[in-house]
């Protein structure tokens, strides 16, 4: 893996080349971070959601394309964009297959993690980048392929830093706790970074860091 130094530099380069110069400020855990999966069927309606296909197809919009996802090769997680409904489909199928291998039993041992990534931007940047979607405000941030995988980077960097920190979060069971320090955490079954989904709260930006974790009790 590169070191942080050379991924920011890759930033430095792909902003100067008109990449938005969007960076990660931090993440956040709350009352909204654990979902318990209950079910084979509800985890299939995740996936598709996060995925934008099927019954939640209606959502995939011009910027899809800044979102990332976890895929398999092989056993290897790898993580890119995708261009096509297709391609999208793939990665369901192919996180289907890994799922039902693992053989979770659906009775608290699998969560979907909801981490919320907080960005910073120039102001003065902030404005050009506005638009309006299906009659909701939101932001379309121009990013080469480079510059998003190495923002994804930091986000999920930030991730592995907070289970190592000592952290407290208000409205967190016990349980959920253990998984911002992902104890017990076996394995993700799936990840994903949904920049198609930007929300502006105040003068923060943020969207969400998704990933599905099967837990050993």
């Excluded at 380069?13 to 938005?20: L, T, V």
């Excluded at 104890?183 to 003068?203: C, I, M, R, S, T």
């Amino acid at each position: 893996m590169e070191s942080m130094r050379d991924i920011n530099r890759v930033m430095e380069r792909e902003i100067a080349k008109g990449s938005c110069p969007l960076k990660l400020d931090h993440i956040e855990f709350g009352d909204y971070s654990y979902q318990e999966i209950t079910s084979k069927e509800k985890l299939l309606e995740v996936l598709s959601y996060l995925l934008r296909i099927g019954d939640f197809k209606q959502y995939a919009g011009k910027t899809i394309l800044n979102n990332v996802y976890m895929d398999l090769r092989g056993k290897k997680p790898v993580f890119k964009r995708t261009k096509t409904a297709m391609e999208r489909n793939n990665i369901f199928a192919t996180i289907r297959r890994y799922a039902k291998k693992l053989k979770p039993q659906y009775n608290g041992d699998v969560y979907l993690e909801t981490v919320r990534c907080y960005f910073d931007i120039p102001q003065e940047n902030l404005e050009k980048y506005r638009y309006t979607y299906q009659g909701n405000e939101t932001y379309a941030f121009l990013m080469s392929d480079k510059y998003i995988m190495a923002l994804y980077t930091h986000c999920l960097v930030a991730r592995k830093e907070a289970a190592m920190q000592d952290m407290q979060v208000e409205g967190l069971k016990e349980k959920e706790y253990g998984m911002v320090k992902l104890k017990n955490v076996g394995e993700v079954l799936f990840q994903a970074l949904l920049l198609d989904n930007v929300k502006v709260d105040g003068n923060k930006i943020y969207t969400e860091l998704y990933a599905i974790y099967h837990y050993i009790k």
